[in-house]
């Protein structure tokens, strides 16, 4: 598949944002060890120049990174389908060797550590003594381990697939699971626990964000418990009134056009609420390091938060009332 120029573009952004942030690494490190804000020297004034230098372009590396995570989700779900028999949507394509899912979970995974330190570095920046440099290059190590796994992980998984080899995609992938499938669209399993917990949960977790008084940790653990149960709830009930198909419960068809890419915004809705709750719990353990007060920082994180859960909790809900209101009625 090196050949494809899908491919070949991923693999050069995630080759170059490898090789910057090895420069940028290396750099780094004379920063982290001489690094003294309540000095004037020379060499102090020379760290700050080539720390604004390198978080500049470690700033620009990681914003590509979000944008390849969406590259990387059109690549899979609707360019591949179209070369490799068999599949129909990322179910099959990322399917085809041990290293699709895994590079999938691993970019997902660190938009959280890139987020975190896009926000330290705002918080950085807006004061003139720098005071967060050392502790926001101290990340530096974590994200060249990121990614230089997600480039290790890419090039193995593009490079094992064998587009002559059919592969098995959602029906029969479900069939060979053992699971039977849904008899309607008002049936799943163990949706008559999972849904008046997702929305326990959720009313939980918004309260939890809209009272300032409540701790941002507080919000963080009940994310953590509201996230799973919002995918089990959408992949094995609200996606069957998305797709209107009682036996189909895929995850990536409703990144299509024809769904409207609504799994687009569901799922940036719950990235967005944890990524939020995680920068809002963040700030109040570094606020005591910034003398600039951002008075409203801490409260539009977690406003934009409950907003997004709300969101997705209400558009799961749309889709489920208007079919048993409208449709099956």
Request: charged share 10%; hydrophobic share 55%.
């Amino acid at each position: 598949m090196f050949a494809d120029h899908w491919v070949i573009a991923l693999l050069i952004g995630q080759i170059s944002s490898l090789g910057l942030i090895t420069i940028a690494f290396t750099q780094a490190l004379p920063i982290m060890r001489f690094w003294s804000a309540d000095s004037g020297s020379e060499q102090q004034i020379d760290l700050e120049r080539k720390g604004y230098l390198i978080s500049a372009v470690i700033r620009y590396v990681l914003i590509f990174q979000i944008i390849a995570l969406v590259l990387l989700l059109i690549t899979v779900n609707n360019h591949l389908p179209g070369l490799i028999k068999g599949a129909m949507c990322a179910s099959g394509t990322l399917n085809l060797n041990d290293f699709g899912y895994p590079l999938l979970y691993l970019k997902i995974a660190a938009i959280f550590f890139y987020g975190v330190y896009l926000f330290m570095n705002y918080l950085d920046e807006s004061e003139p003594e720098y005071p967060l440099t050392p502790h926001k290059f101290g990340l530096l190590p974590v994200i060249f381990v990121l990614l230089l796994g997600d480039v290790v992980l890419m090039l193995n998984y593009f490079g094992r697939i064998e587009p002559d080899i059919i592969a098995t995609c959602c029906s029969i992938s479900f069939s060979l699971s053992g699971r039977p499938a849904d008899g309607t669209l008002l049936e799943g399993q163990w949706i008559e626990t999972a849904l008046p917990l997702y929305y326990a949960l959720g009313f939980l977790l918004i309260l939890s964000l809209l009272f300032d008084k409540i701790k941002a940790y507080v919000g963080l653990v009940l994310a953590i418990l509201f996230i799973p149960v919002a995918l089990y709830t959408l992949k094995f009930h609200f996606v069957k009134f998305i797709y209107a198909l009682p036996s189909h419960n895929c995850l990536f068809d409703i990144f299509w056009a024809q769904y409207h890419y609504i799994g687009y915004i569901l799922f940036t809705s719950l990235v967005f609420a944890l990524m939020a709750i995680l920068l809002a719990t963040l700030y109040g353990g570094l606020k005591s390091r910034l003398r600039k007060t951002h008075a409203h920082l801490s409260k539009r994180l977690r406003l934009g938060a409950a907003l997004s859960v709300l969101q997705f909790v209400l558009i799961n809900s749309a889709y489920w009332f208007y079919w048993i209101t409208f449709r099956l009625s």
